[in-house]
């Protein structure tokens, strides 16, 4: 059974700082990874979506990687803004593609203080 | 505007009451998803449907029901047989196929008086 853990559970980091976030699977046998972006209270905004057959991909400040081979992926964020300050969730899709299943990890909640 | 639109925002239910939760999309999507998110915790699915008048159980099916008879429309029931209810309750729906992301709405936060 495929299982997604994110460490740390909370991160604290002064303004301007870049910093990693991480999200492990068990099984390698993934179609392909988001992460997502949460504010408190509301739904999930999607950040990054990385095929199976990908390395990385990259948003503005944001990059993601991808290794199956070890199931870990992580989320590099550049020089970090409060306006950053969220929950962060990675979700794999195992499912051969065809139902769209995700299975997330619990999150990381990032504080970036000015 | 195109999205996925919840109702309600918050929603308070009684011991023994049935609760239905709201999910509409106009992005002409053919799956939709069901997820439960309690505090700490990811978002665990409940129920999924990738075409109309057709759906399937997710990991925590039981105490819930749900029911597709328009494409655009996913509603969920909650029922009384649902030993925990209380949680935030987030509908989403993509395209056909894997490759896509899935697009969410805002969210439902039940609570049991």
């Known amino acids: 059974k495929q299982e997604v853990t994110q460490i740390p559970a909370a991160l604290s980091v002064p303004e301007g700082e870049n910093l990693v976030l991480n999200c492990s699977f068990t099984d390698s046998a993934i179609y392909n990874l988001q992460w997502f972006r949460q504010d408190p209270g509301k739904g999930l905004t999607s950040l990054l979506l990385i095929q199976s057959s990908q390395r990385e991909q990259t948003s503005g400040r944001l990059n993601a990687s991808l290794d199956k081979s070890s199931g870990r992926s992580t989320l590099y964020i550049a020089a970090s803004q409060p306006g950053d300050s969220a929950t962060y969730l990675c979700?794999?899709?195992?499912?051969?593609?065809?139902?769209?299943?995700?299975?997330f990890g619990q999150g990381t909640t990032l504080q970036v203080k000015p | 505007d195109g999205g996925i639109t919840q109702s309600p925002k918050y929603l308070f239910r009684k011991e023994g009451q049935n609760v239905t939760l709201s999910c509409e999309q106009n992005?002409?999507?053919?799956?939709m998803y069901w997820y439960r998110q309690d505090p700490g915790q990811g978002l665990r699915l409940i129920y999924y449907s990738q075409i109309v008048n057709d759906f399937q159980k997710g990991d925590i099916a039981e105490g819930y029901s749900v029911s597709r008879e328009k494409k655009e429309s996913f509603p969920l029931t909650v029922t009384s047989a649902q030993k925990n209810p209380t949680a935030f309750y987030l509908c989403?729906?993509?395209?056909?196929?894997?490759?896509?992301?899935?697009?969410f709405g805002p969210g439902t936060r039940l609570t049991v008086l």
């Open positions: 979700a794999v899709n195992g499912d051969g593609g065809n139902t769209g299943k995700l299975i």
């Open positions: 992005l002409n999507h053919d799956a």
């Open positions: 989403a729906s993509k395209n056909a196929g894997g490759t896509d992301t899935q697009y």
